[in-house]
């Protein structure tokens, strides 16, 4: 290997490594309950993290935090080395942050173009501040083109609840992915879906996170097993096992992560 | 072309599914109905006399109507609506300034004021509108009586007059034209704004709504001032109209306003409505008040056409929901739910 191409690597390793988001001494209490207990955590560009843990783990919180839902009692968020303060889902989310929901957070009434971008309507360029006139037909044609490039040919036209629960959960996947986030969270996004769909999806994210750093969520030990490098696992508001799981058989890496549950 | 490039291109798709669908056919064949049923009954009514104080009678109706689609769009409901537009006619005719746009300025400062009550018990306290509105009605109503102690209270600026009830060009009534700006305006916001969007997003599913980064309390809030502003112009027409304002003005509006965007589709649930079928939806309610009038009947009459017309629209768009089978069987009564 020559020696430009050594550095080449060398670099490409530490760009790899490079921190996307960071979570430092996150502590939360409701009330008197102590729903968080320091938990630090990193994850690096091109990773996929997998978040698991029993009901009540402090998961939900955690993720909350990260979406500008509610605030840390102590701790900081870093996100490419900066200190953020989320002071809504909207603020996190013009911060970078992107989530897909459970429920795919989907408003049946509207057409699969408004979902695309709902709450992150495209403003025409010469509209004016306070009458916000949203860009119709750049909508309709970015959706329509994202969506079929990703081998979905929906017409966007189409109010959302004529189409399936795979299809609904691919817009919501694709829309997040559409505003090239700085984080991307998951929180069980396969709990509507079909065994097909699920492995059509997990090959769509192992390839996206060389794009985007993601976070999955998920009380499906095997799902993250699967699909994720590292683990961590949250147990009463700690986090007990935080570890890569590259190098590991699937069943050796399972076997290893349950004892922590 | 692809299918979705394709699509795309065809013009008019929202017109078309506005109208054509089971409440704007309802709609239309209702009026149809109700045009040849009032024609062959009385001369006058396919006159052009008659179908300027036709138009005339409905803009009341669609502005306040207008008002509160946007609430029911957004999963909420004002009924407050009759209180506010007293309020602001009388403070209008109440306010002995000479400047006009002084005038109108109170009476819409007082409107909005009775607007921002109501958006911020139902927003920020939490209590259903229904409750919320039903008690500022009530409250604004005794406010209203003790203002303008009991009595009517003439209008004495003739320009506000001009201005809300005047005729303009070629004779058009000021109220028509106001009527047409409400309309238009209403159909641009939720067509072609981001707050227009979140309206809808917010009465379909306020959850995904604020999940996804809508501000659905600040939404919710900015209607209940919009049906307050929409309300005072309405109040300031009406006083414009017969020159004076009094308590209780209002109180055959409650139910058409409410009965219009409903008779359009929308739901009390949110997330559905119309602007072109909420006018549709007026203009049914209108003919019968008109037709009533020029057959000579009780005012009694007009009520029970409305309520007959309410609860067939409403029957057919319950039934409807499903194949046309379905349909058959729901009337013989024997589909399985």
């Known amino acids: 290997m020559s020696k430009d191409s050594t550095k080449k690597t060398s670099m490409m390793q530490h760009e790899e490594k490079t921190i996307a988001l960071e979570c430092r001494n996150i502590v939360k209490y409701y009330g008197h309950v102590q729903a968080l207990n320091n938990v630090n955590l990193q994850l690096s560009k091109g990773e996929m993290l997998g978040l698991v843990g029993d009901n009540g783990a402090g998961k939900s919180t955690l993720v909350k935090i990260l979406r500008g839902v509610i605030k840390p009692t102590s701790g900081e968020i870093l996100i490419e080395g900066e200190v953020k303060d989320f002071k809504s889902p909207r603020n996190a989310v013009q911060q970078g942050i992107q989530c897909v929901y459970q429920e795919s957070a989907i408003v049946e009434q509207l057409s699969v173009a408004d979902n695309f971008f709902l709450g992150q309507e495209l403003i025409k360029n010469n509209a004016n501040a306070l009458i916000k006139r949203v860009d119709n037909k750049k909508m309709r044609s970015d959706s329509s083109q994202y969506l079929s490039k990703m081998g979905f040919n929906l017409d966007v036209r189409d109010e959302i609840k004529n189409f399936s629960g795979d299809q609904r959960q691919a817009v919501s996947i694709l829309r997040a992915l559409y505003f090239n986030p700085k984080i991307l969270l998951l929180d069980e996004p396969t709990t509507a879906l079909s065994e097909k769909a699920k492995v059509r999806l997990f090959e769509f994210l192992q390839d996206m996170k060389k794009v985007c750093p993601m976070i999955l969520i998920t009380h499906d030990l095997y799902d993250a097993v699967r699909l994720c490098d590292r683990i961590v696992v949250l147990k009463r508001g700690e986090i007990v096992y935080n570890s890569e799981i590259e190098g590991l058989g699937q069943e050796e890496a399972f076997r290893e992560i349950i004892q922590h549950f | ?337």
């Open chain 2, 1 to 337: 072309m692809d299918i979705n490039e394709k699509s795309i291109n065809q013009r008019f798709y929202y017109l078309r599914k506005s109208i054509f669908d089971i409440n704007g056919i309802v709609l239309l064949i209702a009026i149809a109905g109700l045009i040849i049923a009032f024609s062959l009954l009385s001369p006058n009514f396919l006159t052009t006399t008659n179908i300027r104080v036709l138009i005339e009678t409905m803009s009341i109706l669609a502005i306040l109507a207008m008002g509160e689609h946007f609430l029911l769009i957004a999963g909420e409901i004002d009924i407050s609506f009759t209180a506010i537009l007293e309020l602001s006619a009388v403070v209008a005719a109440l306010t002995s300034a000479n400047n006009t746009l002084l005038i109108i300025l109170f009476a819409v400062l007082s409107a909005v004021v009775v607007g921002l009550i109501n958006g911020f018990f139902t927003t920020r306290v939490g209590i259903p509108s229904f409750l919320v509105t039903l008690a500022t009605m009530v409250a604004i109503q005794g406010v209203v009586f003790l203002i303008s102690n009991y009595r009517s209270v003439l209008l004495k600026d003739n320009t506000l007059a001009q201005i809300f009830y005047g005729r303009w060009l070629s004779g058009i009534s000021a109220a028509v034209l106001w009527m047409v700006i409400a309309i238009i305006g209403s159909a641009f916001i939720l067509k072609s704004t981001r707050f227009g969007r979140w309206v809808f997003a917010t009465g379909g599913n306020e959850r995904a709504a604020r999940l996804m980064g809508v501000p659905t309390e600040r939404v919710k809030f900015l209607i209940f001032i919009i049906m307050s502003i929409l309300a005072s112009v309405a109040g300031l027409i009406a006083a414009s109209r017969s020159l004076a304002a009094r308590p209780r003005m209002a109180d055959g509006f409650l139910m058409p306003v409410i009965a219009s965007p409903v008779l359009a589709g929308a739901v009390l649930t949110g997330g559905r409505g119309s602007v072109i079928r909420t006018v549709l939806g007026c203009l049914v309610l209108t003919i019968i008040i008109n037709g009533v009038n020029l057959l000579g009947l009780e005012p009694a009459y007009q009520n029970i056409f409305m309520g007959c017309i309410l609860i067939g629209t409403l029957s057919v768009r319950s039934l409807q929901e499903g194949s046309s089978k379905i349909f058959i069987e729901k009337i013989i009564g024997r589909h399985r739910r």
